[in-house]
């Protein structure tokens, strides 16, 4: 349990990367001054340029959404030294956010349609398609403005992995990944880009965050999950689909949770990471980083659910408690304990 | 080396010569202290003489060495850094339309296709109206309004392109949305041949809306140039022409315009430089996506100064960023031959390349 100040911590630690969770992250980092007097800055550069960092050693910490591969774990062991862990700190959703005027219905999407939409097959708002899963919603008969990240992204990876997984003509054609060659569309610059293009521009859809949708005022589409059920993003549809994948999560905790089973379980879940290097060479900041992670990871999981993201599922947690416990400082276990 | 020629004869010779050397200074103080012979002891003021001159001649030739340097070091690292990505796709860097960094594929086709549409279309916007403002300056303004007029369109040019970026998501792009792009559409969309020009929703993030805020942008350039150019053209050539009887419009289209044509046209060479190179605001509203090319102004799309500045952070491995710094190169290659162009014309026809401030 961490409540006060620790003698001989570090009073600041720097991170970057991921957008998808900055909503939390804000609020933890808050939070977490407000208990130990240590100030924690982060900043949300996306996930690739957040993996690029911790590589670099240039922040104490990084956040990404989308795992280091192993190409990019074996060049960042050159400044680390060691493999950077993978330490889980939140599940969210990524939800299909759109912008229809005078259409104040919820619409109802599948992985192959947003698929189609995303490829610029389904070119209009009132494509059968679209029609055929919204029985009794006026749809406009205007042109889809489709928007997509432009930075390397974490949320990018889990929402084209969803589509790779449930659409064989995404599969054919744009792939996986942090970056994909977009049919068409407008790029925009991490989770508040893309949400900020599609309340500026009325027709448009993009994917975000939910807490940013939410924060946008954004309607979004519930997704039709792996049992044909129309799911609604939310905390709890996302912890059903954590709770769906915690058993089989492989030891480094590298793994993805979309299109998860479960009648309740939201399709397209993210699982995001705080990126350390487990040796440590500075004391004040190792015992300052792993306190901050203990807390994150247990304590700040509290706050999860009034933003929409869902706390990490327990089993999840105990093997995060391994991942810190491991970090050293000059040979010497870092985290004090308390 | 004022001194050696002060110092090589007579006074009135050595004037001339100075003068053509361009010592004007040096020809007063000459004067002044009424010494022929003894130029060159007057001329360094009897203090520091040939040691001062030289250590004065070093320094200068230091801070000249380091820009040069400055310059030599950017291109051999940006070659260096570029010559990974360069050598695994060779011709296809430059002719493929393909970025798609996860598979290790970059074709910068795009980009360049990208850079060189936008700044076009912002040329063709600006210079009739940077050249009409030129000409309403030089030719009609009454002097009183002269160098206002000149003063606010060249205030233009020293608004931060990030406030120009601004400016053009919460205005400009909306606007033209709405007032210029849906029209289009709507114009355009059965026409063919012309409906490739509309493919598209109407985004207010595209190859138009970035052209638009170029032209802004490069306007006070062309026009600052353009209004130096006009203002060469000699004044007994308009003399002439009015006193044939011409009216003040038929004098602009025989005398002054076709005098200073080369001149305008160099001018719209270096605000295409600018637009070039210009990241920003394009940045921030050219929809920033690798697609494929497209005859649509209604397409987004990257700029190279654009992609440069949104992929560089992100580029995770080794050919990824190596091909962002083969765009540089290239982008670097285009500005460069653009500017040269712009002042071969502009010092060939149309005079001195000091007074027109390039």
Same mark, same amino acid.
């Given at each position: 349990?961490?409540?006060?100040?620790?003698?001989?911590?570090?009073?600041?630690?720097?991170?970057?990367?991921?957008?998808?969770?900055?909503?939390?992250?804000?609020?933890?980092?808050?939070? +977490?001054? /407000?208990?130990?007097? =240590?100030?924690?800055?982060?900043?949300?550069?996306?996930?690739?340029?957040?993996?690029?960092?911790?590589?670099?050693?240039?922040?104490?910490?990084?956040?990404?959404?989308?795992?280091?591969?192993?190409?990019?774990?074996?060049?960042?062991?050159?400044?680390?030294?060691?493999?950077?862990?993978?330490?889980?700190?939140?599940?969210?959703?990524?939800?299909?956010?759109?912008?229809?005027?005078?259409?104040?219905?919820?619409? /109802?999407?599948?992985?192959?349609?947003?698929?189609?939409?995303?490829?610029?097959?389904?070119?209009?708002?009132?494509?059968?398609?679209?029609?055929?899963?919204?029985?009794?919603?006026?749809?406009?008969?205007?042109?889809?403005?489709?928007?997509?990240?432009?930075?390397?992204?974490?949320?990018?990876?889990?929402?084209?992995? +969803?589509?790779?997984?449930?659409?064989?003509?995404?599969?054919?054609?744009?792939?996986?990944?942090?970056? =994909?060659?977009?049919?068409?569309?407008?790029?925009?610059?991490?989770?508040?880009?893309?949400?900020?293009?599609? /309340?500026?521009?009325?027709?448009?859809?993009?994917? =975000?965050?939910?807490?940013?949708?939410?924060?946008?005022?954004?309607?979004?589409?519930?997704?039709?999950?792996?049992?044909?059920?129309?799911?609604?993003?939310?905390?709890?549809?996302?912890?059903?689909?954590?709770?769906?994948?915690?058993?089989?999560?492989?030891?480094?905790?590298?793994?993805?949770?979309?299109?998860?089973?479960?009648?309740?379980?939201?399709?397209?879940?993210?699982?995001?990471?705080?990126?350390?290097?487990?040796?440590?060479?500075?004391?004040?900041?190792?015992?300052?980083?792993?306190?901050?992670?203990?807390?994150?990871?247990?304590?700040?999981?509290?706050?999860?659910?009034?933003?929409? +993201?869902?706390?990490?599922?327990?089993?999840?947690?105990?093997?995060?408690?391994?991942?810190?416990?491991?970090?050293?400082?000059?040979?010497? /276990?870092?985290?004090?304990?308390? | 080396?004022?001194?050696?020629? @002060?110092? @090589?004869?007579?006074?009135?010779?050595?004037?001339?010569?100075?003068?053509?050397?361009?010592?004007?200074?040096?020809?007063?103080?000459?004067?002044?202290?009424?010494?022929?012979?003894?130029?060159?002891?007057?001329?360094?003021?009897?203090?520091?003489?040939?040691?001062?001159?030289?250590?004065?001649?070093?320094?200068?030739?230091?801070?000249?060495?380091?820009?040069?340097?400055?310059?030599?070091?950017?291109?051999?690292?940006?070659?260096?850094?570029?010559?990974?990505?360069?050598?695994?796709?060779?011709?296809?860097?430059?002719?493929?339309?393909?970025?798609?960094?996860?598979?290790?594929?970059?074709?910068?086709?795009?980009?360049?296709?990208?850079?060189?549409?936008?700044?076009?279309?912002? %040329?063709?916007?600006?210079?009739?109206?940077?050249?009409?403002?030129?000409?309403?300056?030089?030719? #009609?303004?009454?002097?009183?309004?002269?160098?206002?007029?000149?003063?606010?369109?060249?205030?233009?040019?020293?608004?931060?392109?990030?406030?120009?970026?601004?400016?053009?998501?919460?205005?400009?792009?909306?606007?033209?949305?709405?007032?210029?792009?849906?029209?289009?559409?709507?114009?355009?969309?059965?026409?063919?041949?012309?409906?490739?020009?509309?493919?598209?929703?109407?985004?207010?993030?595209?190859? %138009?809306?970035?052209?638009?805020?170029?032209?802004?942008?490069?306007?006070?350039?062309?026009?600052?140039?353009?209004?130096?150019?006009?203002?060469?053209?000699?004044?007994?050539?308009?003399?002439?022409?009015?006193?044939?009887?011409?009216?003040?419009?038929?004098?602009?289209?025989?005398?002054?315009?076709? #005098?200073?044509?080369?001149?305008?046209?160099?001018?719209?060479?270096?605000?295409?430089?600018?637009?070039?190179?210009?990241?920003?605001?394009?940045?921030?509203?050219?929809?920033?996506?690798?697609?494929?090319?497209?005859?649509? *102004? %209604?397409?987004?799309?990257?700029?190279?100064?654009?992609?440069?500045?949104?992929?560089? @952070?992100?580029?995770?491995?080794? %050919?990824?960023?190596?091909?962002?710094?083969?765009?540089?190169?290239? *982008?670097?290659?285009?500005?460069?031959?653009?500017?040269?162009?712009?002042?071969?014309?502009?010092?060939?026809?149309?005079?001195?390349?000091?007074?027109?401030?390039?």
């Amino acid at each position: 349990m961490i409540n006060g100040p620790f003698s001989g911590e570090a009073n600041g630690l720097n991170g970057a990367g991921a957008t998808f969770p900055q909503v939390l992250y804000s609020k933890w980092f808050d939070e +977490y001054a /407000k208990v130990t007097n =240590v100030k924690v800055n982060y900043q949300g550069t996306g996930s690739g340029a957040g993996k690029n960092a911790i590589r670099d050693q240039t922040v104490d910490f990084a956040g990404s959404d989308s795992p280091m591969s192993d190409a990019e774990l074996e060049a960042a062991k050159a400044k680390c030294g060691e493999t950077i862990q993978h330490i889980p700190t939140t599940l969210g959703a990524i939800v299909v956010a759109y912008n229809l005027p005078n259409v104040s219905q919820k619409l /109802k999407l599948d992985g192959d349609v947003i698929a189609k939409i995303f490829m610029e097959q389904v070119k209009k708002w009132n494509d059968p398609a679209i029609a055929a899963l919204n029985p009794g919603v006026t749809l406009p008969n205007e042109e889809i403005i489709t928007v997509h990240r432009s930075d390397s992204s974490g949320t990018t990876d889990n929402f084209t992995s +969803y589509l790779n997984l449930v659409s064989p003509a995404w599969a054919a054609g744009p792939k996986s990944g942090s970056t =994909v060659q977009w049919p068409g569309g407008i790029g925009a610059n991490g989770n508040p880009g893309v949400a900020s293009e599609v /309340k500026n521009n009325p027709y448009a859809i993009g994917y =975000v965050e939910l807490a940013f949708a939410k924060q946008n005022s954004l309607a979004y589409a519930d997704v039709k999950n792996k049992e044909g059920q129309f799911v609604t993003a939310s905390a709890a549809s996302v912890t059903a689909a954590g709770q769906a994948f915690a058993p089989t999560a492989p030891a480094d905790l590298r793994f993805k949770l979309v299109n998860a089973p479960g009648a309740q379980s939201y399709p397209i879940t993210a699982i995001t990471w705080i990126l350390v290097c487990p040796k440590q060479t500075d004391q004040a900041k190792a015992v300052a980083l792993t306190r901050m992670l203990w807390w994150a990871t247990h304590s700040g999981q509290q706050f999860n659910e009034a933003l929409d +993201y869902a706390p990490l599922p327990p089993a999840i947690v105990v093997r995060a408690e391994g991942f810190i416990n491991a970090i050293t400082v000059n040979g010497q /276990k870092a985290f004090p304990g308390k | 080396m004022c001194y050696l020629l @002060a110092a @090589a004869g007579d006074l009135a010779q050595t004037q001339i010569l100075i003068r053509e050397s361009g010592c004007s200074v040096a020809v007063q103080a000459a004067k002044h202290r009424r010494v022929s012979s003894a130029a060159r002891v007057t001329l360094n003021d009897g203090r520091g003489g040939a040691w001062g001159d030289r250590t004065f001649q070093a320094v200068t030739f230091t801070f000249a060495a380091i820009i040069l340097l400055l310059i030599v070091t950017i291109f051999v690292v940006l070659f260096v850094d570029a010559r990974v990505a360069l050598a695994k796709e060779g011709l296809r860097f430059v002719t493929g339309q393909v970025w798609n960094p996860t598979e290790g594929v970059f074709g910068a086709l795009p980009y360049i296709y990208g850079t060189i549409f936008t700044s076009l279309i912002g %040329l063709v916007i600006a210079t009739p109206i940077a050249v009409g403002a030129a000409l309403f300056i030089v030719e #009609y303004a009454p002097a009183w309004l002269r160098a206002p007029v000149s003063f606010v369109v060249e205030l233009l040019a020293v608004i931060p392109s990030v406030i120009y970026g601004f400016w053009g998501i919460a205005v400009l792009a909306p606007f033209l949305r709405d007032r210029l792009e849906r029209p289009l559409k709507a114009a355009l969309g059965d026409v063919p041949g012309l409906n490739q020009l509309v493919q598209g929703p109407a985004r207010g993030r595209d190859m %138009l809306v970035a052209g638009v805020i170029l032209a802004i942008m490069i306007l006070p350039t062309i026009m600052s140039v353009a209004r130096e150019v006009i203002s060469t053209v000699p004044g007994t050539q308009r003399e002439g022409m009015l006193a044939l009887g011409a009216t003040k419009w038929e004098m602009i289209r025989g005398a002054v315009l076709p #005098y200073a044509r080369a001149g305008i046209v160099g001018a719209a060479i270096l605000g295409l430089g600018r637009a070039i190179g210009e990241t920003m605001a394009v940045t921030m509203l050219i929809g920033n996506s690798s697609t494929k090319i497209s005859w649509s *102004l %209604l397409t987004p799309g990257y700029t190279m100064a654009s992609a440069i500045a949104n992929q560089f @952070a992100d580029a995770n491995n080794s %050919l990824h960023f190596s091909a962002i710094i083969g765009v540089a190169v290239i *982008l670097l290659f285009v500005t460069g031959a653009v500017n040269l162009v712009a002042r071969l014309i502009v010092s060939r026809f149309g005079g001195d390349t000091r007074a027109t401030g390039i």
